[in-house]
């Protein structure tokens, strides 16, 4: 199964499997790891799952998969960078295998 | 502390109501009688009477109501915060929901705070999910063609029965893994529970749906299926299965909390449509945003409020509040705040997002909010499909039910 390795804020990270087909946003939250809120649950209607994908990443991952992503990523709690993304619209599959993202300081 | 969802107690708290029970910590001048979800000017128009609020209300405010007294926020931030502060506002003892005390449940998840609430939620997010809903997409959109079917070519409805009902009632038996053939005995228990005048009624129609759900929950450990009821059932999180208390108290939340809400979100958004034929063709005209234009209308047609108990003194905005105080957030209100929403009671479909809360926000945001939105939209593309001209019947007076789920009582329509 695919991993991802989410990097806390503080320096923190963890290291967990998430299924192809799931989301990044799930991924988090089905494991327990604290730093993304996702409280719409993926619809997308909040800003509260927003990620930094790792720098090594981001070609691979691609910018917001919709304008409403783009739109809703203005409103992020934290700075939003070019690397920026909400989480619950990044699907995993086998070329996400490893991937990297980093956890911003707070999600509102 | 937090509560032991497999051994339920009945909340210790004290419940205040009317003048003669207001703490003394609660400052004269902001207690008011406003007369929400139950008075005159309320009942005459509740979206305008929660949209003037801002005009006429403190923003934190203290109202004495005719069941229970609380501090209301009106203010989408105010909301925001103390919805996404579970640790300062509790939902343990927040639903005013009488139970028998000898043999109490709690609505789970949502009368279980954090870190324990994951658990629960975790059990049914993959069916509630948006990827999860979908899977229904097909089903629901059968259902609302049966329904259209069988009034389309009558020239008149009653939505509220003939649509707005039975629509989310057949929806929730299909994702439960209940029979369909109960749908009508369905509707009429919820009819029963939520709308009765008298007690009596109430706890005939709340016998019957324990005895079902009960029975249901046996089947369904007997032999699983990938309905909800099943994966409730059948649920060990970390290995340990659920009690029967969680079993119940879970079912039976999702049968309270998802069917009138999307009932008096249907019945509120066709009035609107009835009166607005221009906005309706707007609508057909551009199906591409059918996902903006339902985000918009449950800003707009919110129906209901979220209460907490305070777990801890805390202040806001100057004003002092005492631990176990409830507080209302009047979601309405909220999505009406001119800050966030300008000229808030027009519907325009091509405001910024931002974050509503029609499901509330935080760690208890609306697990069926998906399925709200996905059968929202369905009950849009395939009724105006079919009858895209329709107006409320003339001479109808317009009334609203009182109580905590705002809508209209009934909905007679031409065509």
């Given at each position: ?44 209607s ?21 304008e409403a ?40 | ?41 309320f009942l005459a128009n509740p979206h305008d009477f929660m949209a003037a ?84 997409e097909?089903?629901i959109r059968q259902r609302a063609r049966d329904l259209i079917d069988e009034i389309a070519d009558k020239g008149e409805c009653e939505f509220t029965t003939d649509f707005g009902r039975p629509l989310p009632?057949s929806v ?88 009138d809400t999307v009932f008096a979100t249907l019945n509120n958004i066709w009035l609107w449509l009835a009166q607005n034929p221009d906005r309706v063709q707007e609508i057909i005209d551009r199906p591409d945003d059918i996902d903006a234009v339902v985000e918009e209308l449950l800003r707009r047609w919110s129906v209901t ?26 979601l309405p209100a909220?999505n009406f705040?001119p800050?966030?929403f300008p000229n808030p009671k027009e519907v325009d479909f091509d405001r910024p997002r931002k974050?509503i809360?029609a ?13 709200a939105r996905l059968e929202l939209k369905i009950a849009l593309q395939e009724w105006l499909k079919r009858i895209p001209r329709f107006s409320v019947r003339p001479g109808t007076h317009i009334e609203y039910r009182?109580?905590?789920v705002v809508g209209p009582e009934f909905l007679p329509l031409v065509w």
């Open positions: 199964m695919p991993q991802v390795t989410y990097i806390e804020h503080s320096g923190g990270s963890r290291t967990v499997d998430v299924p192809v087909g799931e989301n990044v946003m799930r991924g988090a939250l089905y494991n327990g790891i604290d730093g993304i809120a996702g409280e719409c649950g993926g619809a997308p909040c800003a509260t799952c927003h990620v930094y994908v790792d720098a090594d990443w981001t070609a691979r991952v691609g910018g917001p998969a919709s992503e783009a739109e809703l990523l203005q409103a992020a709690a934290c700075e939003v960078k070019p690397s920026s993304r909400l989480s619950c619209q990044i699907v995993m599959s086998d070329q996400l295998d490893g991937l990297v993202v980093h956890m911003p300081e707070a999600q509102y | 502390m937090a509560i032991d969802a497999a051994h339920p107690v009945p909340p210790n708290l004290p419940r205040q109501v009317g003048l003669d029970q207001i703490p003394p910590h609660v400052p004269k001048e902001l207690v008011r009688q406003s007369g929400l979800t139950t008075g005159a000017e609020m801002h005009e006429k209300y403190p923003p934190i405010f203290y109202d004495v109501g005719e069941y229970i007294n609380a501090w209301q926020l009106i203010r989408h931030e105010d909301a925001l915060f103390a919805l996404r502060h579970p640790e300062i506002f509790s939902n343990e003892g927040a639903t005013p929901f009488p139970r028998d005390p000898d043999d109490y449940f709690y609505f789970i998840p949502i009368e279980i705070d954090p870190p324990h609430h994951r658990k629960y939620r975790n059990i049914v997010d993959p069916l509630f999910c948006p990827a999860g809903v979908k899977q229904l097909g089903l009632v929730f038996l299909d994702i439960m893994g209940l029979p369909q053939d109960m749908r009508d005995t369905f509707v009429s228990w919820a009819v029963d529970l939520l709308h009765a005048k008298d007690r009596a009624t109430m706890g005939r129609a709340f016998k019957n749906i324990t005895d079902y759900i009960k029975s249901a929950i046996a089947e369904k450990k007997a032999k699983p299926d990938g309905g909800v009821v099943s994966l409730i059932a059948n649920a060990a999180p970390d290995g340990v299965p659920l009690s029967d208390k969680e079993v119940f108290g879970f079912v039976v939340f999702l049968f309270i909390g998802g069917l409020f979220s209460g907490r108990v305070l777990a801890q003194d805390y202040e806001m905005r100057g004003v002092q509040m005492k631990k176990g105080d409830r507080i209302t957030c009047v909220c705040d800050s966030v974050t809360l499901f509330t926000v935080g760690v208890h945001s609306c697990m069926g909010g998906h399925l009182p109580g905590g």
